[in-house]
Structure formats: C-alpha cells, structure tokens
C-alpha cells in the first residue's frame, strides 16, 4: 500500500512466456498489493510461467478477446479484489516496472487520478527503437487528438497506464471495442467526464520478444483514433450521443 491506498499490478499477455519472469521481477512488492495476470489464449507457456512465479490472479481466456477484451478482464478483477490504484503493466517487458513507484504516488497523492508513462516525453521512443514510421505517426495522430479533445498529452498511445480505482468505476470501458482502439476509447471517456492526466517520462524497448502490430493494423488503429477523436468532439458540441458516453 501507498498512503493506504491498495495497489493492484494488472499484466494483459499474449504468448508473454519469455518475459513475464523478467517483468514481474522488477514489480516493487513493497508498496504492491496484488498482481493479476490475464492471458488471452497465449500459444506458449504463459500461464505455466505465472503459475511458477507464484501469481495469485491468473485469468486465461479459452478464446483470444482481443487487447481490449484482455484489459476489461485486467480491469474488472482489480476492481474485485478492491483496488484503489490499478497499473496496467505490459508482461512483455517493453516498460520498465520500476516507474511503478512513481506513477502510484502521483494518484496516491491526489496530484493525478490517472497517469500514463511517456514515451515520447524526452527521447525514449526513438533511443529505445521505435520504428521510425510510427514515431511520426504518433506524433500526428497525438496533434490531431489534442486539438480535438482539446488537450495536450505528450502521448495518447502508450501502453503504460495507471488509474485510480474512482475513474475506472466512473467510466463504462465494458463499452469499448475489444481490439486496439479500446485504448482510445479509455482516454476520451476519462476526458469526457472532466478527470486529468498525468504524465511521466517513460524509456521504452522494442526488440523480438516485444508486442508490437504490424503497418497493416496500425493503419486501422490510426484510422480508429481520428474516428473516436472525431467522435468526442461531436458528443461535446452535443451533435451526437455516442454509447462509450453513457
């Protein structure tokens, strides 16, 4: 706990068997409560890697659900188990889980209900091997979306997230699509209902072992960022009602 504020690490993989062990390793278990692992029909030994590692909360998925469908898993059982701060982790260890520390404190001290780890804050993407196409990519889209949410985030598209247990409640992510843009979707409810967003400067790692989709489905990702950004304009001028809302 942190300021008596219950910490759940929640870990959505897919075929993270080489590096769940390296990820939870570096989880700081001095202020961590309670780690969740869903694992969305992985192809590997996912689940016998967790098992091994001693994780409680294990989740598997008979059938793949999709990035999004996997985080409504991570989501509603953290708010089982009573979270007040919930961290989204990736378990293939693209993130450090060392800033873990850091980005509890924020809410844990009522700074920021929500924090996201940057990887565009400083020159982490680039130093850490982002393909030079979706760093540019990034930076548009995260232009687009700040002018019409009328924000300025360093990065909408990070996958390092933490969020107090009240904003997840407040919020109906159940709405949101199961693929990648569910992300998105997250971002503008947390807007919508007139929460900030913390930011802190996150090193990132691409090599082999790390998740990552290929140009074909970050072109429909992008696709689907300019419609939810679109979207969220619309609902506030009141021009539409869309569902993600309610």
Not at 92 to 111: C, E, F, G, H, R
Not at 135 to 158: C, D, G, P, W
């Amino acid at each position: 706990m942190l300021n008596n504020k219950k910490i759940v690490v929640v870990l959505p993989a897919y075929n993270a068997a080489l590096t769940l062990e390296k990820t939870y390793n570096e989880i700081p278990f001095d202020i961590v409560d309670e780690v969740v692992l869903v694992d969305d029909a992985s192809k590997d030994e996912t689940i016998a890697v967790g098992k091994q590692l001693g994780i409680r909360h294990i989740i598997r998925h008979d059938n793949n659900k999709g990035y999004g469908g996997n985080q409504k898993s991570c989501y509603n059982k953290a708010l089982d188990l009573g979270a007040d701060i919930v961290i989204m982790l990736h378990p293939d260890y693209q993130y450090t889980p060392k800033l873990i520390v850091a980005m509890s404190s924020i809410i844990a001290n009522d700074v920021y209900p929500v924090v996201f780890g940057s990887r565009i804050l400083g020159k982490g993407a680039l130093i850490g091997g982002m393909p030079i196409y979706k760093y540019i990519a990034n930076r548009f889209l995260t232009l687009v979306q700040n002018l019409l949410l009328n924000q300025k985030l360093s990065e909408y598209h990070t996958g390092y997230r933490a969020f107090s247990g009240t904003v997840l409640k407040s919020i109906d992510f159940m709405a949101n699509d199961d693929d990648f843009i569910f992300d998105n979707e997250m971002v503008s409810q947390i807007f919508m209902k007139g929460y900030e967003i913390g930011e802190v400067t996150c090193p990132t790692k691409y090599f082999e072992e790390a998740s990552s989709i290929n140009f074909k489905r970050s072109s429909i990702y992008g696709m689907g960022v300019l419609r939810v950004s679109l979207q969220h304009r619309l609902h506030m001028w009141g021009w539409i009602k869309a569902k993600i809302y309610n």
